[in-house]
């Protein structure tokens, strides 16, 4: 995702980028160490997806933004405090672009 002045952003990449800041918008308005959680876990999936998940493997990405937006929501509740992270097997990755 590191685009620089000179490159314009896709469609896509401007949707995970924006889901990326608003996860930390909403991390904001957690308790402080919550938020330490929230953050680290939020970075720590996004850069993993970033290097594990193939760009042109439009349908993974595509779920993985709708399981990110759906997660956000269930953030974004005063209820919820806390933020867990899901590892999904690679072979499924693989598998989803056929």
């Given at each position: 995702?590191?685009?620089?002045?000179?490159?314009?952003?896709?469609?896509?990449?401007?949707?995970?980028?924006?889901?990326?800041?608003?996860f930390l918008r909403a991390a904001r308005s957690k308790p402080a160490e919550d938020r330490r959680q929230i953050e680290s876990i939020v970075s720590a999936e996004f850069r993993q997806n970033s290097k594990?998940?193939?760009?042109?493997?439009?349908?993974?990405?595509?779920?993985l933004l709708r399981r990110g937006k759906k997660q956000l929501d269930q953030l974004?509740?005063?209820?919820?405090?806390?933020?867990?992270?899901?590892n999904v097997s690679s072979s499924k990755k693989q598998n989803a672009d056929t």
């Open positions: 995702m590191g685009a620089s002045k000179g490159q314009k952003l896709s469609g896509m990449q401007k949707q995970v980028l924006s889901l990326y800041r608003g594990q998940v193939d760009r042109k493997n439009f349908l993974y990405i595509e779920y974004k509740s005063p209820d919820t405090i806390g933020l867990s992270s899901v």
